[in-house]
Every structure is written in C-alpha cells, then in structure tokens.
C-alpha cells in the first residue's frame, strides 16, 4: 500500500512565527511532490511543487526534499492568521501495478496561527 | 495555471437517484482527474479521464457507479449513479501540467444524498 503520512494536527502557532509542517512517504521511486493549501470548503489550492533534494523558496514558503529519508517538509516564515487552513502533502506514486503514477494524498495538517 | 469550473458547485438528491457532474477547462489538456473528499478527510482518486480513451478507475471505485465521459480536451462528466448516503461527499476534477505533473483543481461539487 503507497501512503503519504502526515501529522493531522492541529497545529498552532503565533503570529509571526514559523510553522513546520512534515510528511514522510512510502514509495522510494516517487519523483514529484506537492503542497497544497485548502481553507475550509474550498479546493485544494497549489503552494509549492519540489522535485530535487533540497530546499525550494517561494516568498514565506519553503519546501524541503530528502529523498534518502523519504521526507518532504514545508515552512512557513512569518505565519499570518491568514495562513490558517489545512496543508495536504502530496506525492506522484506509482501505482499497485507500478505501471503508472498517481498523486497520493496525505490526510493533511491543520494549521491554526494565533493573532 | 488553467482556470477550471465545476456545474453543480452543490446539489441534495435523494438515494437512488443520479447525479451528472460538469468539469469545463479554459485550455485544453491531456489528463483530467475524478478525486472524493469525504467529510473531514484526505482526497481520493476516483479515475483518469483522459480524451478519446475509456477512463482509468482506481481500486475500489467502478464504471457502472461512477461513469465518466471525456468528449474533447477541455471538458469531462462524472456521474454518480445510484446513491445512496455514503455518495455525499465533495467531488472534485482537477488538470495536469504535463511538464510538471501539477494537479490543479475546480471549485467542488458538494453532494449531498438523503
């Protein structure tokens, strides 16, 4: 079974601090992972895409790759109350069949950033 | 990234009815995508509609519940067929940038089955 864990939560930080939100996954062969951003009763909204061991930057938000340790985090520097939702870590998995890939979702964190 | 929307964004109906649900692209793509997000819960993959092919279903989800057209390159339906309570759910489609293998998604369609 491919899976993508994540922490459910919730987490909660200050104003002004930085959230880490972690995500571990199964298949050592995944090449594409993904974090999205869902508020509540909307779609999940893409933030970050990362393919290469690393760090990627993109403003306040910053995804971490360790392929090795089958390990994707993402940051966010300077957390605003409007940053509050739920993050899914997402990775493109091969399937049972390991044929084709597919995007498998973690069950997402809940973050929540206090005034 | 492509601007997607999604017909009906919410509907109740009643069990044992069917339910057609529209997913419209602004640009054409190859590969669309069927995904369930049951109450307080991650998103699954119901099928891959891809054009001018039968859809692709994942374990545990069938043609015959869950039947889906995919007539050109910018528009797909997913109909639930039957339902019954376990249907309510928010259904979702969304589209993929080839080069990249980002998913992006429509607004949802909220289900609701009495």
């Known amino acids: 079974q491919k899976e993508v864990e994540q922490n459910s939560g919730p987490l909660s930080v200050p104003e002004g601090a930085i959230a880490s939100l972690n995500c571990t996954y199964s298949?050592?062969?995944?090449?594409?992972f993904f974090w999205y951003r869902q508020y509540s009763g909307k779609s999940p909204e893409l933030i970050m895409s990362i393919y290469s061991n690393g760090d990627k930057e993109d403003g306040r938000f910053t995804a971490q790759l360790n392929k090795a340790s089958q390990y994707v985090s993402l940051l966010i520097r300077d957390s605003q109350p409007s940053d509050s939702a739920t993050y899914l870590c997402?990775?493109?998995?091969?399937?049972?069949?390991?044929?084709?890939?597919?995007?498998?979702f973690g069950k997402g964190t809940l973050l929540t950033v206090n005034p | 990234s492509a601007v997607i929307s999604q017909k009906p964004s919410r509907d109740i109906c009643q069990r044992g009815t069917s339910l057609t649900i529209q997913c419209q692209v602004d640009s054409q793509v190859t590969m669309m995508f069927w995904y369930r997000q049951q109450p307080g819960q991650s998103l699954t993959l119901i099928a891959t509609a891809n054009q001018g092919s039968e859809a692709t279903y994942e374990s545990g989800f069938v043609i015959d519940k869950f039947p889906i057209s995919r007539p050109n390159l910018t528009f797909s339906t997913l109909t639930v067929s039957n339902m019954s309570p376990e249907d309510s759910s928010i259904y979702l489609c969304s589209v993929e940038r080839t080069s990249s293998n980002e998913q992006f998604f429509g607004p949802g369609t909220r289900l609701t089955v009495l």
């Open positions: 997402a990775v493109n998995m091969r399937n049972s069949g390991g044929s084709n890939y597919k995007l498998t």
């Open positions: 298949d050592r062969g995944s090449q594409s």
